[in-house]
């Protein structure tokens, strides 16, 4: 029986648009392509998620990838506000799991930077009943540790919750630990997935 529905946030309870961010800038296709692979193309995104390092301390990897666009750099991400927007659907989707009795939470990978310059639409975290943020904890998916930290800090029995990311890599670890898991390619998909198992 589940009791806890698990939300990853980006692509899950938000989208991830950078590619739409980026182009407000008004750039050539050329340096857009450039500005992708040295930031959310590059395994040094990720250091935003692990929260080991500052702001300027991963745009400084970010500039190391691509030196010759450090002005296009430091000007797209001095303010990453507008890289996410919440899905209509989220909210109310939170809300109707709550009213039926099931605990919501979110597991994400997701950093402090995005967090703050994003705080306009991140509202529906204060909707949730609680989870954890990778830069928080300083593990991401799909390390196992930052799903074992959620079940300890939670009191979870891992057969007891449901897992949706968009990630299949992330989907698999959790189900190694015991964690229900959907593969989230959208709503309407994953409510009957989340049917499935019982969750209306």
């Given at each position: 029986?589940?009791?806890?529905?698990?939300?990853?946030?980006?692509?899950?309870?938000?989208?991830?648009?950078?590619?739409?961010?980026?182009?407000?800038?008004?750039?050539?296709?050329?340096?857009l392509k450039r500005l992708?692979?040295?930031?959310?193309?590059?395994?040094?995104?990720?250091?935003?998620?692990?929260?080991?390092?500052?702001?300027?301390?991963?745009?400084?990897?970010?500039?190391?990838?691509?030196?010759?666009?450090?002005?296009?750099?430091?000007?797209?991400?001095?303010?990453?506000?507008?890289?996410?927007?919440?899905?209509?659907?989220?909210?109310?989707?939170?809300?109707?799991?709550?009213?039926?009795?099931?605990?919501?939470?979110?597991?994400?990978?997701?950093?402090?930077?995005?967090?703050?310059?994003?705080?306009?639409?991140?509202?529906?975290?204060?909707?949730?009943?609680?989870?954890?943020?990778?830069?928080?904890?300083?593990?991401?998916?799909?390390?196992?540790?930052?799903?074992?930290?959620?079940?300890?800090?939670?009191?979870?029995?891992?057969?007891e919750c449901v897992f949706?990311?968009?990630?299949?890599?992330?989907?698999?670890?959790?189900?190694?630990?015991?964690?229900?898991?959907?593969?989230?390619?959208?709503?309407?998909?994953?409510?009957?997935?989340?049917?499935?198992?019982?969750?209306?």
């Amino acid at each position: 029986m589940i009791k806890t529905v698990i939300f990853d946030i980006g692509n899950v309870l938000t989208e991830f648009c950078w590619s739409k961010y980026f182009e407000v800038f008004g750039y050539s296709e050329e340096i857009l392509k450039r500005l992708a692979k040295a930031t959310v193309l590059s395994e040094d995104w990720k250091e935003y998620d692990l929260g080991n390092l500052g702001d300027e301390e991963v745009l400084d990897l970010f500039i190391a990838n691509d030196p010759s666009i450090e002005k296009e750099l430091r000007a797209s991400l001095r303010n990453v506000d507008g890289i996410l927007e919440q899905c209509d659907y989220t909210i109310p989707w939170i809300e109707e799991l709550k009213a039926k009795g099931y605990q919501v939470l979110y597991l994400s990978n997701f950093s402090e930077k995005v967090l703050r310059d994003c705080a306009r639409i991140m509202g529906f975290l204060s909707h949730m009943d609680g989870g954890i943020l990778s830069c928080r904890v300083h593990f991401v998916k799909p390390d196992p540790a930052i799903y074992k930290l959620l079940l300890q800090k939670y009191g979870l029995l891992a057969e007891e919750c449901v897992f949706l990311d968009d990630t299949a890599e992330n989907i698999k670890a959790a189900e190694a630990l015991g964690i229900h898991g959907i593969v989230f390619e959208n709503q309407a998909q994953a409510r009957k997935e989340l049917e499935k198992l019982g969750v209306g």
